[in-house]
Structures are given as C-alpha cells and as structure tokens.
C-alpha cells in the first residue's frame, strides 16, 4: 500500500484538470485526537484480604475524572479494579471535597472514627426511616 503525505490525505480527487473528470473536492481533515493522560494513583488504602481502595485521576473522552475504586489481587497477583467504587467529574471535586470533609468532620465529633458502620453512621428507628438528629 502506498503512503501518501499529510496534505495529500486531506483531500479527495485531482488538483489538476488533466481531463480525468475528477475535481479537487477537498475535506475537513478529522480533528487530530489527545492522548488521553493515564491514570495517576494518589493514594492507595489497604482494606484486608488482598483488596484495597485507590485514589486516582483519569481522562475519558477528554474529560478528568477522581476515582475513588476497590481493587482486588486476581489469580495471576496482580491487583485489578472493580465496578465498585465512584467517579466523579473534576469540575465537581470542590463540592465533593466539602461533603467528604463535613461527614469526615461529623463522625469525629460523634466519636465514630472507628469501625463506622451505615447503621451507627445513620441510626434507624423501627420503621427503618433514618432518625434525624
């Protein structure tokens, strides 16, 4: 197969009038794409039994994305991410900075930094209707 330049893939036809009945019809040449930037881990927190939680950023169809996913070793050893986890647009990541950082703030001051459990995070009465405090 013949390689042709750059300019010459950009249009369809003949420059020439040489009599071929061809005219020079040119196109738009698609829009050259962006590497999309690989994923960049910023933290990753052990949770026991060969899983872990990572912290990362990435791009998808040239948009940045947190990502907060549990990973798992797989029967190879190597670790391998899961559908469990969260991905949140950049554009987002103040306000959903601010709402990690009130819960975070509110379990300290209930005293429920450790072992915090839905149930204990969010008491429920009988009816199983979260209890406002």
Do not use: C
Request: charged content about 25%; hydrophobic content about 30%; proline content about 6%.
């Amino acid at each position: 197969m013949q390689r042709r330049s750059a300019q010459a893939r950009t249009r369809r036809g003949s420059m020439d009038s040489g009599g071929n009945g061809r005219t020079a019809a040119f196109f738009e040449a698609p829009p050259m794409r962006k590497r999309a930037m690989p994923d960049r881990t910023i933290r990753t927190l052990p949770k026991g039994d060969g899983e872990e939680l990572r912290i990362s950023l990435s791009e998808y169809k040239g948009h940045a994305f947190l990502n907060i996913r549990q990973w798992f070793r797989n029967r190879n050893g190597s670790m391998q991410p899961t559908q469990k986890g969260v991905t949140v647009p950049l554009r987002l990541l103040p306000d959903f900075a601010s709402g990690v950082s009130q819960a975070a703030t509110t379990a300290l001051q209930e005293g429920r930094s450790h072992n915090a459990t839905v149930t204990n995070l969010f008491p429920q009465g009988d009816d199983g209707e979260v209890i406002e405090r």
